[in-house]
């Protein structure tokens, strides 16, 4: 067999072949075993600054983490009444959409009063304009007010005048009055005391009812005490069933 050199031992080994970028100096050696040499890094103590700094945000969060806890308490617990509250807000705003301003008059405006016997009673209108304190002058006005029997009384115009304080209403223009029993009027005028509820006209009154019908010129009815007042000359045609014998 053919000996084979033996390069472990006196042979001569072939030259080792290194990377450029591994190769350092013994000064960059050096510098690196520093870095890493535990006994030459300091540890940086807080001074008195930081200290109080980190001790106020602790106390701070002592008391602002239960305040917090606290508030999402009390939201939960109120929440059914936000709640509500939106709901009620909601449903004021709808009705509000059907009360607009326009050129300084309310369209679709709503007044309410109680009379001198505290019935209620209620005017409304297409369209309302402010003249003054007291007037207001109101387009295809209604009125709706309650008897002394419990009855109601419902009476229409194409144009009215509305006193707030004195609570006078009159009316012009096509003046239809209606009653529950089936009683209806037609007057081209009428002047309504909306607290004692007494209506009064001069003009001529045509009436259609139960008890037949009449053509009048002028009357006045209470409505409280349910008594009706007419002025001649007048014209009267009763149904049969209201005849005497």
Do not use: C
């Amino acid at each position: 067999m053919t000996d084979q050199p033996d390069d472990r031992n006196g042979g001569n080994a072939p030259d080792r072949i290194e990377r450029e970028d591994y190769a350092r100096s013994a000064a960059d050696v050096e510098r690196q075993r520093s870095i890493f040499d535990q006994s030459t890094r300091t540890r940086l103590l807080p001074n008195a600054a930081d200290l109080a700094r980190r001790q106020t945000i602790m106390r701070s969060a002592k008391w602002m983490l239960p305040l917090l806890a606290l508030v999402l308490l009390g939201s939960i617990a109120a929440w059914p009444a936000v709640q509500r509250a939106v709901i009620m807000h909601t449903g004021t705003m709808a009705q509000m959409s059907h009360v607009r301003v326009k050129s300084g008059s309310m369209l679709n405006p709503t007044y309410r009063g109680l009379d001198e016997h505290g019935r209620p009673y209620m005017i409304t209108a297409d369209e309302a304009r402010q003249i003054s304190s007291e007037r207001i002058d109101l387009t295809n006005a209604a009125a709706d007010t309650l008897m002394d029997n419990g009855n109601w009384l419902y009476v229409t115009a194409s144009e009215g005048v509305y006193i707030q304080h004195a609570q006078m209403l009159d009316l012009t223009h096509a003046v239809t009055l209606y009653r529950n029993d089936g009683t209806l009027m037609l007057t081209p005028t009428a002047d309504i005391d909306m607290r004692h509820n007494i209506i009064v006209t001069d003009s001529w009154i045509h009436g259609e009812g139960p008890m037949g019908v009449m053509d009048v010129q002028g009357g006045m009815l209470d409505i409280h005490g349910g008594v009706m007042l007419f002025r001649g000359p007048g014209r009267m045609i009763l149904n049969a069933a209201e005849r005497p014998n």
